[in-house]
């Protein structure tokens, strides 16, 4: 497969040109649908029916993730997933409790489309939602035997999963997985100009705080990521 550069407005999600839709709703980059169809059947040949989350994420979408975040209107958690409160925390830690669990808007992966959420509905308890949350995929959760069938096979399509653990920056993400032919050329496309410029540009809350930390950030949450 042929590497082939993003522009700036497809690598922070402003436009959709780089996609196509593959499920109602959920968008794909247009290089990633075959082998996620690989890795859909392969999984169906094993008993799992492995179903898109989430995939394409605009920058609109993120932005609204973010400010509503922010300020408040939806909890803000610590790493232990309780909610902070907003009162006993200073602005950057704020700051800093959000990029854990959230991206920032012009640096969310899933502007790609070559990042995907994935899950298996019919391991869902009947009456459950699913919640993308830890206790789920890991041991002694519903999606468990998931989550080691993923860590098996994604990498025979090109998948990997970026937030495999928590290395001080994103939190632990199992369902979260990357196709990397694409994805490892698109974060290096993705530089700090580009972040701040897009930011700039845009009604983000925090924003003078998110451009004066904006060197930090990207190194602790944006490229530090799992290799495998
Ligand atoms: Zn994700």
Redesign the pocket.
């Known amino acids: 497969m042929t590497f082939i550069g993003m522009t700036p407005e497809q690598l922070t999600g402003q436009v959709q040109t780089h996609l196509v839709e593959f499920a109602p709703n959920r968008l794909l980059h247009k290089q990633v649908v075959n082998d996620f169809n690989g890795l859909q059947q392969a999984a169906k040949n094993q008993g799992f029916t492995l179903h898109i989350a989430?995939a394409f994420r605009s920058f609109e979408r993120q932005l609204n993730i973010w400010n509503n975040k922010y300020s408040g209107v939806v909890p803000i958690l610590d790493k232990n997933e309780v909610a902070i409160d907003m009162t006993k925390v200073t602005e950057q830690e704020k700051l800093y409790h959000l990029l854990h669990w959230s991206a920032l808007p012009s640096a969310s992966?899933?502007h790609w489309g070559t990042?995907i959420?994935v899950y298996d509905p019919t391991l869902l308890p009947k009456g459950q939602s699913l919640q993308l949350q830890k206790s789920e995929y890991l041991t002694g959760g519903y999606f468990s035997e998931l989550t080691d069938w993923l860590s098996h096979n994604i990498h025979q399509y090109g998948f990997y999963r970026p937030y495999k653990q928590d290395q001080g920056g994103v939190a632990q993400?199992p369902?979260?997985i990357s196709y990397a032919p694409l994805a490892v050329g698109f974060l290096s496309q993705l530089d700090l100009d580009l972040i701040s410029d897009t930011l700039i540009n845009h009604s983000v809350l925090g924003k003078s705080l998110i451009l004066q930390e904006l060197p930090t950030i990207y190194e602790q949450y944006i490229c530090n990521i799992s290799q495998d």
Do not use: K
Request: negative net charge; hydrophobic residues 10%; charged residues 50%.
């Open positions: 989430s992966r899933h990042d959420d993400e369902w979260h």
